[in-house]
């Protein structure tokens, strides 16, 4: 067009514009009261839907006011090209921005509830969310009339460059990548490697694992080394585990009156202590004569690993309460050592030599002025 715009050009203009700020305040207030009834509802995926078109209604409603006023004015062609480039850029922006936020909040809300912590798998989510810009991008470019066929094709000869000089960081992400599809371990689980790490999974990113030991240091572990090094993982396939804790009586102890007083014990720490598990069935299995006691193993359940500890001190404490108040005895190890000196002069053993058990032990050579006596020994 090329008349001059006119009052009623301007006024219908404004009106456009008027119109798309009153749609987004009223979108924003529509928005609002779906965030509230969204907070109600046990699944997260809404929370996000709704927090990502806070973003992306609102700015349409202004931009499509925009596009109108701009259809109203007699702009020349040159004009309004550029004015309807502006503001499908702007759409798309707005659009990708928000599928971002949607994708990434989804994948987010999925792996929380299929791990059961707080922390989040932060390699998927970045994973999702760049692949979503990057797609937005690429449609930007192509709708300002820029052909991204050659983009492309520089991407895959530098990618391959990438690659080669990345071969480390790229073996980290896949590693990352393997461990999470194959669920071997996700956050929140417990882990121990065979080089001695142990602690709670706290993320898996791009390139490590953050793992968090019981003093409450941060472990950092490359995603390549976790995938190659013997693990175990307390948390699979199932939180709840066993113990074992092994006591010793004396032989003299009454056996059937040691296992009943145990259990009793047993019942008492099982229903007191945070942790224990009431319902898991335990039991007691004597299994060694040893030098100076009847050895037996206790099996007790727990509900997660790090619970072992405290039932195991107060197990330990409450059993030797108990066993000082009924008289059970818990011997120490001890060894008796007999010296034969009569054996030494009648030629039994070789001259120098004291008999311990079946075992002969060098010995000092006894002074001939003094054949009644030993001297101290040395026992190198």
Do not use: C
């Not at 839907?49 to 931009?63: E, F, G, K």
């Not at 006011?65 to 007699?74: F, M, Y």
């Not at 002069?345 to 009644?372: N, S």
């Amino acid at each position: 067009m090329n008349r001059t715009p006119t009052l009623d050009d301007f006024m219908l203009a404004g009106i456009a514009l008027a119109s798309g700020l009153l749609a987004a305040f009223l979108l924003r207030i529509l928005l609002r009261w779906l965030g509230k009834h969204a907070d109600r509802t046990r699944w997260s995926g809404d929370d996000v839907m709704v927090d990502a078109l806070r973003t992306v209604l609102p700015w349409s409603a202004i931009t499509g006011g925009a596009a109108i006023a701009g259809a109203v004015l007699p702009l020349t062609h040159t004009v309004q090209h550029q004015v309807n480039q502006t503001l499908k850029v702007l759409i798309i922006l707005a659009v990708t921005v928000a599928a971002a936020r949607v994708i990434a909040g989804l994948v987010r809300a999925v792996t929380n509830s299929r791990s059961g912590v707080a922390g989040s798998a932060t390699i998927f989510v970045n994973i999702t969310r760049i692949l979503v810009l990057a797609i937005g991008f690429l449609v930007m470019l192509q709708t300002l009339g820029i052909s991204i066929a050659p983009m492309l094709t520089a991407l895959g000869v530098g990618g391959l460059a990438v690659a080669l000089a990345l071969q480390d960081t790229l073996a980290n992400l896949f590693a990352g990548i393997h461990i999470l599809a194959s669920k071997t371990v996700q956050p929140g689980d417990y882990i121990k490697l065979s080089s001695g790490e142990e602690g709670y999974v706290e993320d898996i990113n791009w390139r490590q694992t953050t793992v968090r030991a019981l003093s409450n240091n941060l472990v950092v572990i490359p995603n390549g080394q976790l995938a190659k090094t013997n693990m175990t993982n307390f948390m699979r396939p199932e939180q709840e585990l066993t113990i074992l804790v092994q006591v010793g009586v004396g032989y003299d102890s009454d056996l059937e009156h040691v296992e009943e007083v145990t259990m009793e014990v047993i019942a008492e720490v099982m229903t007191d202590i945070t942790g224990a598990l009431p319902e898991h069935e335990p039991a007691i299995r004597f299994h060694t004569f040893g030098d100076s006691r009847i050895g037996f193993t206790v099996i007790l359940g727990v509900g997660e690993f790090s619970d072992q500890f405290r039932i195991k001190h107060e197990f330990i404490k409450r059993l030797h309460k108990r066993y000082r108040a009924e008289g059970i005895r818990i011997p120490a190890p001890t060894r008796t050592v007999a010296l034969h000196q009569g054996a030494l002069h009648q030629g039994a053993l070789p001259q120098g030599t004291i008999a311990q058990g079946a075992v002969a032990i060098p010995q000092q050579r006894i002074p001939e002025d003094e054949p009644g006596e030993v001297p101290s020994t040395r026992l190198d």
